[in-house]
């Protein structure tokens, strides 16, 4: 299905978030998700079915003012 | 001692964590300023990236509380958001709210502001809000559930200093039980001091220390003059005064003539 992931384009097989994160190598404790503008939380990215066109925000710690 | 959302804290400056020129350099600006919080911020991450989770771990190590940003939003929903995805990020309530209503001068959306602290402050949320030195604006983030005011004193990054005194000092006398930090704009320690001298209880800084050629020199600096501007409040300034007054007792002076 297509996903902008990062606001870059894919076309993967993926069912849920978690599926997402280690289709595309993403690991760690210190990422944050949020699916078409919403919050998904660390916990409930196994259960979250992804569908196709959604758009998803994958963040990390940055340094900031 | 300052108490910010409950947090007792000795220090009266916080740090930003941006521009150094590397992370041993931000890691001795952090220890020489004594600092007690630092601000951080969310960005994407690239696939298979680590450079989120060792920047985490530098500042994890810093041993400091940590306040996450909303900077480069400038919408409600996107700092609504932002502050979400930095609390599971975080593990902290604390959020610098920042709406940014102008693109050249970073000056904040403050209608967009009120309504975000309104929405955030409801979630739960410890919010500090970057706002402007305008009274209105600050009642409103008050009523909002702000417990804490950021007013800039000149445009974030200008090293300008302050622009205007006197909205600071009307600001101080107007919320005198909020504790009030002066975000963005200071250039230079005698900014902190003067700022600190008008009854702020702290100040934010970022690019002063870390544009500097010796950055944890100048946090040191900085350290010294909060602490310096802080006493001086504390101990109770003079009112300059249009004549000059002897300082030595002019009482029992010998008459030679």
Redesign the interface.
């Known amino acids: 299905m297509q996903l902008t992931v990062n606001g870059e384009d894919h076309d993967l097989v993926v069912t849920t978030l978690a599926d997402l994160l280690a289709k595309l190598d993403f690991e760690g404790d210190w990422l944050a998700t949020a699916v078409n503008g919403e919050l998904v939380h660390r916990a409930d990215r196994t259960a979250h079915i992804l569908t196709d066109r959604d758009r998803i925000e994958i963040l990390s710690p940055m340094k900031g003012g | 001692m300052l108490t910010l959302y409950g947090q007792e804290l000795r220090s009266r400056l916080l740090l ?5 020129p590397s992370p041993a350099v ?1 890691e001795d600006a952090v220890r020489s300023s004594a600092t007690e919080i630092v ?15 060792a ?2 771990e530098l ?1 994890r190590a810093l041993g400091v509380h940590v306040l ?2 909303t ?1 480069g939003c400038h919408s409600v ?1 996107e700092a609504v ?2 502050a ?3 609390r ?3 593990a902290t309530n604390w959020i610098k709210l920042e709406v940014i209503g102008h693109h050249d001068t970073l000056q904040p959306d403050v209608f967009g502001l009120v309504e975000a602290a309104r929405i955030l402050s409801a979630e739960g949320f410890d919010v500090f809000p970057y706002t402007t030195d305008d009274l209105v604006v600050a009642e409103r983030l008050v009523e909002a559930g702000c417990k804490v005011l950021m007013p800039w004193c000149a445009p ?2 200008s090293a300008m200093g302050p622009q205007n005194l006197p909205a600071l000092r009307t600001m101080r006398a107007q919320f005198p039980d909020i504790p009030l930090i002066v975000d963005a704009g200071i250039g230079r320690p005698s900014h902190a001091t003067t700022v600190m001298e008008l009854g702020f209880d702290a100040v934010l800084l ?2 002063a220390v870390a544009g500097a050629i010796k950055p944890a020199l100048m946090a040191s600096a900085f350290a010294r003059a909060v602490e310096a501007g802080r006493e001086a409040f504390e101990a109770g300034m003079l009112e300059p005064r249009d004549f000059a007054v002897p300082s030595t007792p002019v009482i029992g002076k010998a008459v030679f003539a």
């Open positions: 930003g964590t941006a521009r150094y931000l601000t951080v911020s969310l960005r994407r991450e690239t696939a298979g990236g680590r450079q989120g989770g920047f985490f500042i996450p940003n900077a929903s958001l932002t979400k995805m930095a599971e990020v975080f974030i990054g970022n690019t």
